[in-house]
């Protein structure tokens, strides 16, 4: 085997002569552009309260560790919280805010909100984009009464807009798709 | 004669005065086959004497002087050539002559088999008048014709061809006697090649042609320039096609010029433009295409030695259907149960992303050389560098770039060597050393697909084959390769480990990055393959073919160093860096009957391959973007078994008609069948054609395809958060039987006494009838293509 190598590396080495950029350089590193590490959703109630934050997290992008989803507390019955989301690409350094080319692109973009399992609780856009569509960067839910299940937060590249605020409706691609397990008390 | 027999006496006569009695006995031969070549003329110019050769090819001129003479030797058959003879005593010489090639008239009957590549195995030849009526389709769709060979598509521009059940890496692709080296590993990767830049394809179904590769383990095509003719001619064709489906059309042109002395030259160039295709009730949004090719060579060709020099220049722009570009699991559940493409616009010449841009350069030069004793010795240098640019839906600034960019560079230098050891024995051998070079540009910021690598290659074979009689060859070879891979490649921290590389290939890192660590895997592979086979001719018309190949394959840098999502597939695909080369034992019986008016040839095989690479399912990862399948690759042991059947008969002399059957079916080791068999088909044609009338042309082609019943089951489960239930993404039923009727017609128009114009109607799917074809991996997204009326025309001058 040791002699095959040498011998097939002797015979290519003229061929490797031909070939003008041979460095030995190692490779420079890609770190995503376009990934999307990390989503956290900030819900500070209207008046007093304490805020939630719901995160989910997944630093090796499409590697095989699943994301990390927290939520940090339960909603209040009966209170209205303003969202606020932020998008990050963690896996460069600093940590690239994506939350501003959704902005740019708000037109090519859409969150939708969709309470499921028997959680009472209402979502509704507060933002525009520059057709008058909603998109989700900020927005509000309200907590009707005392209730659990999930809260699933999708964010849809280049969907049908207007919609009908469905998802199957919106067409696109999914860019997020997260799952919060929510209690309202 | 005559004439001829006066000058005889004339210069009997004249040439006296001298001491002249010196005798030239000359032997004419074939150049190619050494026959003897009788009824040659021969004239010497200073004396104009004459003479024939008898019917041994000899010939025999006395009372020449001391001196020089000239001898200008004519054959029918042959190019005139003038020879010089130095008479000091009596001299015996052989004077060889090559056959003229009469190119402009070959004649070759569809789907007749010829023994060229390999002897024990028939082999399936598509001739140039089937590539014109073809001119403005891609390679795959034109194989499709040949029976046992079916496409793989990516929609209906991205056409990758089917041997048996196998395909890309496991079929080599030779251009020229240029192995390509087009990236032909990914299922989205079709050959890039212009068909047009061919004069002839062949199909060898299986690893034997052991002089070309020895890991086709499904098989080899053979495209084959126009063999040019040494004579003084110019000669050219045009072809002009346009199409209904896609609102596009091609134009092809060639021309060649060549010389009596053996230089030639040949250009070709081609052009096709489509937009979006149509299915029958709705357009394929983003599925046009751009494609230019061209192509040179000249050289020159004598009868003992010659020499080429070949480039080739092939650029494409595919579209991919838009509704094809999906996120995570839930996308692909709306995709597939919306019964048509999500995304439906106007029709548009634009081709949007996704979409692929690749450039194909090949350039090579060969020459040869033949030796009375040795043989005929060939040598080859060929350079290839292949760009592929995948663009995909993108946000913010890198919305304009590609994906993927990937430069793969590939040299080879090979000798040849065909001997003739015998009247009955040739003996084929060669050495090959290559070296490639993948570069994956980091600037797309996405992590590289395929690694940064340099591969080299060294092959060395030797096939023979003996007439043990008239009626029976044998043939047998062998091949051994050896590959060294050298790669650069960056694994996610997380992957790394949870494979367990971390401990196993721990000497492998040659830099942590934290969340990558880079690697330098070092992978050879020493492979041997051969073949065994006799061809036994009953008679004239009963023929049988036996070959035992033996095929051994490299895994390819896909199957190696996969680990990320593949888009167009919505899935996650892992490779794995502990394969080992793939071996292919296939055995392979033709019997042939061919009469004047009924041809048979039925070629059942058996293919045992160990070690099989295939890719499969085994779990859905969650991802912040969704659920994703993920499928990595594995390697088992499967057995592949299947027959292909051609029939024609002729019915008058006006009327014949032609039946092909084919199918295959493949197990792992665990007596599940394989994903992606080609189903059962069966198509039949009917052609009347009139000699008379301008050689019109009328033919009505069934194509039935079936329902692949056999099916791995690779159907999973996704959380619906809207209706809080989960639903089966189907990703393994196979679509149901279709039926497609097609017509061609044509027409000889003569211009004048050189030109002749062909005018050809054709329509596809003439009842514009809605299907799906398993082996298309859009067919989850869209149907296939609807009719398609398509205008031909074609002038020889």
């Not at chain 2, 890719?615 to 994703?628: D, K, L, S």
């Not at chain 2, 989960?726 to 006494?753: C, G, Q």
């Amino acid at each position: 085997m040791k002699n095959f190598k040498l011998l097939t590396v002797l015979f290519a080495a003229s061929l490797v002569l031909f070939s003008c950029s041979n460095d030995d350089d190692n490779p420079a590193p890609v770190n995503e552009e376009e990934v999307i590490t990390t989503m956290t959703a900030v819900l500070t109630p209207v008046g007093s309260g304490t805020a939630v934050t719901l995160q989910t997290r997944d630093l090796d992008g499409d590697g095989p560790n699943a994301p990390v989803v927290t939520v940090s507390g339960n909603l209040v019955a009966g209170t209205t919280y303003n969202g606020v989301m932020t998008l990050l690409n963690e896996t460069e350094d600093p940590a690239e805010n994506v939350t501003l080319e959704i902005q740019d692109e708000d037109e090519e973009h859409q969150f939708f909100f969709i309470a499921g399992g028997g959680l009472d609780v209402t979502t509704a856009y507060s933002d525009q984009d520059a057709d008058g569509n909603p998109v989700g960067l900020s927005f509000t839910v309200t907590a009707n009464t005392a209730s659990t299940g999930t809260m699933t937060i999708t964010l849809r590249h280049e969907p049908t807009k207007p919609n009908d605020g469905t998802l199957a409706g919106a067409g696109g691609e999914t860019d997020i798709d997260a799952t919060f397990d929510i209690t309202v008390q | 004669m005559r004439i001829y027999l006066l000058l005889l006496l004339l210069s009997s006569i004249v040439s006296h005065s001298q001491n002249c009695d010196l005798t030239l006995t000359g032997h004419i031969e074939d150049l190619h086959d050494n026959s003897k070549l009788a009824g040659a003329t021969i004239i010497i110019k200073e004396t104009q004497q004459a003479a024939y050769s008898d019917l041994e090819g000899v010939f025999t001129f006395k009372n020449l002087c001391n001196a020089n003479y000239t001898l200008t030797i004519a054959h029918p058959e042959c190019l005139t050539l003038e020879f010089e003879v130095k008479m000091t005593k009596n001299i015996t010489k052989t004077f060889k002559l090559e056959h003229h090639y009469e190119e402009l008239n070959e004649v070759i009957v569809e789907g007749t088999a010829e023994l060229q590549t390999t002897e024990s195995l028939a082999e399936s030849k598509i001739n140039e008048a089937t590539i014109e009526d073809n001119s403005s389709k891609t390679l795959g769709d034109l194989l499709d014709r040949v029976s046992g060979v079916s496409t793989l598509n990516t929609g209906n521009t991205i056409v990758k061809p089917v041997i048996n059940g196998l395909h890309s890496s496991r079929v080599t692709v030779m251009n020229n006697g240029v192995r390509m080296e087009d990236q032909e590993w990914g299922i989205e990767h079709a050959p890039n090649i212009d068909v047009n830049s061919a004069s002839s394809i062949k199909v060898v179904k299986s690893a034997a042609a052991l002089q070309y590769s020895g890991d086709a383990i499904g098989g080899v095509v053979i495209v084959e320039p126009n063999r040019i003719p040494v004579k003084d001619t110019l000669y050219g064709k045009t072809i002009m096609n346009a199409q209904s489906n896609g609102r596009g059309g091609s134009i092809s042109s060639r021309l060649t010029k060549s010389y009596a002395k053996g230089w030639f030259a040949s250009v070709n160039g081609t052009i096709k433009r489509y937009g979006d295709f149509k299915a029958p009730d709705y357009i394929l949004s983003n599925t046009g295409a751009y494609e230019r090719g061209a192509s040179a060579r000249f050289g020159i060709n004598r009868f003992s030695s010659g020499l080429e020099a070949y480039y080739s220049y092939y650029r494409n722009t595919l579209g991919i259907l838009r509704a094809s570009h999906i996120g995570g699991a839930q996308d692909q559940l709306t995709a597939i149960n919306s019964g048509q493409p999500t995304i439906i616009r106007d029709f548009t010449y634009d081709i949007d992303r996704p979409r692929q841009e690749i450039t194909h350069h090949l350039a090579t030069l060969k020459g040869f050389r033949k030796f009375e004793k040795l043989g005929k010795l060939s040598f080859r240098y060929e350079f290839q560098q292949n760009n592929r640019l995948e663009f995909d839906i993108r946000r913010g600034d890198d919305a304009n770039k590609a994906s993927i960019d990937l430069e793969l560079t590939t040299q080879a230098i090979a000798l040849d060597l065909d001997s003739k050891l015998s009247d009955q024995i040739n003996l084929k051998t060669g050495v090959l050393a290559r070296y490639q070079k993948n570069f994956a540009d980091p600037n797309t910021g996405v992590r590289r697909l395929i690694p940064d690598y340099d591969k080299y290659d060294l092959g060395i074979y030797g096939v023979t084959d003996i007439e043990l009689n008239s009626k029976l060859t044998l043939e047998a070879g062998l091949r051994i390769d050896y590959s060294l891979i050298d790669a650069l490649k960056f694994y996610r921290t997380s992957f790394w480990e949870s494979r367990n590389y971390d401990v196993l290939f721990a000497d492998l890192v040659i830099e942590d990055l934290g969340t990558q660590v880079l690697t330098n895997p070092e992978l050879d592979f020493l492979n041997f393959s051969g073949t065994l086979g006799t061809k036994y001719s009953f008679n004239s018309k009963n023929k049988l073919f036996f070959n035992i190949s033996l095929g051994t394959r490299t895994p390819n840098p896909s199957e190696l160093f996969s680990e990320g999502l593949h888009h167009s597939a919505s899935r996650i695909e892992l490779g794995d860096l502990r394969f080992e080369a793939e071996k292919a034992y296939k055995l392979s019986l033709t019997y042939q009957f061919n009469s004047d008016r009924f041809g048979l040839s039925i070629n059942p095989y058996l293919n045992f391959i160990n070690d099989f690479i295939l890719i499969e399912p085994t779990e859905v990862q969650q991802t912040i973007r969704g659920n994703f399948q993920v499928w990595e690759y594995m390697q088992t042991d499967a057995v592949f078994t299947g027959i292909d059947i051609d029939a024609s008969y002729k019915l008058s002399e006006r009327l014949s008609y032609s039946s092909q059957f084919a199918i295959v079916k493949a197990y792992d080791e665990n007596d599940e069948p394989i994903i992606s068999m080609p189903p059962a088909n069966f198509r039949n044609e009917i052609v009347y054609q009139n000699t008379n009338l301008n050689n019109l042309m009328f033919s009505l082609e069934s194509q039935y395809v079936f329902r692949q019943n056999e099916f791995p089951d690779n159907n999973f489960d996704i959380f619906i958060p809207t209706t809080g239930v989960n639903e089966t993404v189907d990703v393994s039923t196979p679509p149901d039987a279709y039926h497609l009727i097609n017509f061609r017609s044509s027409y000889d128009i003569a211009i004048n006494s050189k030109s002749t114009l062909v005018a050809g109607l054709t329509v596809t799917n003439l009842f514009n009838t809605s299907y799906r074809d398993y082996l298309n991996s859009l067919r989850f997204y869209a149907d296939d293509l609807g009719r398609n009326i398509l205008l031909n025309l074609k002038i020889n001058y």
